[in-house]
């Protein structure tokens, strides 16, 4: 067994991920900056070391000692300043790379996403070689995309990588995907284009952990590769709006309004809350991802990785509307 850091280990998927390396007897180091998250983790018997990424002096000690380490800490929005998510995702995404190159950590698995690809386009079955679009479409995807090229520079100097994008992460505990929809369904402001037959692809948290536990074991052919991961199931967005309709009891009324006018009110909700500095209530990307088809080519992991879905999508789905309901 192992010793893995994980950073962003008072998230979402890294929490989760701690459980179930520990449960797998992993020894596993947290680190993350909220203590309450932070003494759950203490409970379940994972060394938490509570701090700052951007502070080089922590993260060197926290490293110390590491043999694998999964960096899943990033700032994950649509929506604010540059700077910040510069901050975040790039410079943090620096400096544990340093650490791991002087520490000689033998593996490091980075944790990216396929909203690199995202280009208000149908795009369907996208794999990693694909074109990327220029400009990307948000501050977000753009220094995900700068935190790669740095993965990609620390891999040509030795360093064991391999990089994951996973598609619209959700389980139970999820605090973005899934409580955006619902929020909008109760707000009866979801919007609805081309009758909802619009592909996406979603991917239920543990299937994200168990792509980065094959990552532990991955052969060399795969290092300095980048792996999509979802589910597995393309679904229209209808019938996931549907099923948590029906499973939550949240009356289902879309607003169809057209898409060019939607755009244009995201828009200009964007440019008076960029002066305001608060999230508006919708974004151009998220309107985006409603509107157009996106689905994701996994054959690379399939093979490489032997990666493989161990909760479908409908187990998922109800998981998390039972964990909804009793939260």
């Not at 057209?258 to 500095?277: C, G, K, Q, R």
Request: glycine share 6%.
């Amino acid at each position: 067994m192992s010793r893995i850091a994980v950073t962003g280990a008072t998230g979402f998927l890294g929490s989760r991920l701690c459980e179930i390396l520990k449960q797998s007897g992993h020894e596993v180091v947290g680190l993350g900056r909220n203590p309450k998250a932070g003494a759950a983790l203490t409970a379940m018997g994972v060394d938490f070391r509570p701090g700052d990424l951007t502070d080089v002096a922590y993260v060197d000690r926290a490293l110390s000692g590491v043999e694998v380490l999964v960096h899943s800490a990033a700032l994950s929005s649509p929506f604010g300043r540059y700077e910040n998510f510069y901050t975040a995702n790039v410079v943090t995404t620096e400096i544990v790379l340093g650490a791991s190159t002087k520490h000689h950590i033998s593996r490091y698995i980075h944790i990216s996403t396929p909203s690199i690809y995202f280009d208000f386009k149908d795009r369907l079955n996208v794999s990693e070689a694909d074109p990327l679009p220029h400009p990307f479409v948000n501050h977000y995807a753009t220094t995900k995309y700068l935190a790669e090229i740095a993965v990609n520079k620390a891999f040509e100097r030795g360093l064991e990588t391999i990089i994951l994008r996973p598609r619209g992460i959700f389980g139970p505990q999820d605090t973005s995907v899934m409580p955006r929809v619902i929020k909008a369904l109760e707000d009866k402001r979801f919007p609805l284009f081309r009758k909802g037959h619009v592909k996406i692809d979603l991917t239920y948290v543990d299937n994200v952990v168990e792509a980065i536990v094959r990552c532990l074991d991955a052969k060399p052919a795969c290092f300095g590769k980048v792996y999509n991961i979802t589910n597995d199931d393309p679904r229209d967005i209808k019938d996931i709006v549907g099923v948590l309709s029906t499973d939550l009891s949240i009356p289902f009324h879309p607003k169809r309004v057209p898409y060019s006018l939607a755009y244009s009110v995201a828009w200009l909700l964007e440019w008076v809350h960029t002066f305001l500095n608060i999230e508006p209530q919708f974004t151009t990307y998220t309107l985006g991802l409603v509107a157009f088809s996106n689905t994701l080519d996994i054959s690379a992991a399939k093979k490489d990785l032997n990666y493989s879905p161990k909760i479908s999508l409908d187990q998922g789905l109800s998981k998390f509307t039972d964990w909804w309901k009793c939260k």
